[in-house]
């Protein structure tokens, strides 16, 4: 017997998802009473009634975990599943996964989109500027990087960087007004710690980050590189998307650079400078 989701009222009337509502469903399927939910939960069974109820629409990480946990112990909750439960709650993850732990969840698939854009340059960021994943050509692009694996690392730890980029200083300091960003909107910097401490041994990022300066994009797209093979000056017309992940929401950022020739300033200035 087929039971009405709690996301159409009893007048046909379609509601949003709630978290109570998407709790009772994933219960219901289970077969499973409140009182025995609550128990194994180690709340009461008056508070999993509420909480479906919509009465309590923010109950706590470790209440949820405890919840999530049992239910997935009779049948297991998908990703999506359990990430919905935590969006509804007002939940976000606690921490940044490590990287080793966000290059796990690049699937085969992604891998091969990599591939697919080739010779364009592409690759996957997480929202810490580390490189996860990346194509021949985003090798080729920045020299360096894949063994530095963060680009603030390279910017500042590695001279090539300064023999690459066309415009080091703006880019540094883009990249280091964006950390900033990036920081605030996680809504937990404690991760950023470590981070800022390794990157504080290097005078010139002590300067940008002083200044104090805040930005969450690229004021143009154009980015100006060097082949440092050919001394050549190219383009790459810059564009950064936010990648969903059931795993990890919001981590994963896909870089994809089009590449075209240097505007004739950018490519002169190179010339001067090989």
Same mark, same amino acid.
């Given at each position: ?28 399927? %289970?077969? !499973? ?15 999993? *009634?509420?909480?479906?109820? &919509?009465?309590?629409?923010?109950? $706590? ?15 297991? !909750? ?16 606690? &921490?940044?996964?490590?990287? #080793? /732990?966000?290059?796990?969840? !690049? +699937? ?18 997480? $929202?810490?500027?580390?490189?996860? @994943? ?27 960087? =300064? ?11 883009? *990249?280091?007004?964006?950390?900033? +960003?990036?920081? &605030? =909107? ?24 002083? #200044?104090?300066? *805040? *930005? ?12 440092? %093979?050919?001394?050549? @000056?190219?383009?790459?017309?810059? =564009? ?12 994963? /950022?896909?870089?994809?650079? !089009?590449?075209?020739? @240097?505007?004739?300033?950018?490519? #002169? ?6």
């Amino acid at each position: 017997m087929s039971r009405k989701s709690s996301e159409v009222s009893s007048n046909g009337l379609l509601r949003p998802p709630s978290f109570g509502g998407v709790l009772r469903r994933l219960r219901d399927d %289970r077969r !499973i009473s409140r009182e025995k939910l609550a128990f194994a939960a180690g709340v009461s069974s008056s508070y999993v *009634t509420h909480l479906e109820g &919509g009465d309590r629409e923010h109950p $706590t990480k470790a209440v949820v975990e405890a919840l999530v946990g049992y239910l997935n112990r009779i049948s297991p !909750i998908s990703d999506a599943e359990r990430r919905h439960l935590f969006d509804l709650a007002g939940l976000s993850e606690d &921490g940044f996964p490590t990287v #080793a /732990q966000l290059r796990a969840g !690049i +699937g085969a698939d992604m891998r091969r989109r990599l591939a697919l854009h080739e010779p364009n340059v592409a690759g996957y960021l997480d $929202t810490r500027w580390n490189l996860l @994943c990346w194509n021949d050509s985003y090798a080729e692009a920045f020299p360096g990087l894949v063994d530095d694996v963060n680009i603030l690392r390279w910017f500042f730890g590695n001279e090539v960087s =300064q023999r690459v980029m066309v415009e080091w200083e703006r880019e540094a300091m883009l *990249t280091v007004d964006w950390l900033r +960003g990036l920081i &605030g =909107q996680s809504g937990d910097t404690a991760w950023s710690t470590e981070l800022l401490e390794e990157l504080g041994r290097y005078p010139e990022f002590r300067r940008m980050w002083s #200044a104090g300066h *805040t *930005t969450y994009g690229r004021d143009r797209p154009h980015m100006h590189l060097r082949d440092l %093979r050919t001394g050549e @000056c190219f383009s790459l017309d810059a =564009q950064l998307f936010r990648v969903d992940s059931s795993n990890h929401p919001g981590r994963i /950022q896909f870089f994809l650079g !089009i590449r075209t020739s @240097c505007p004739e300033p950018a490519a #002169a200035r190179s010339r001067e400078e090989s």
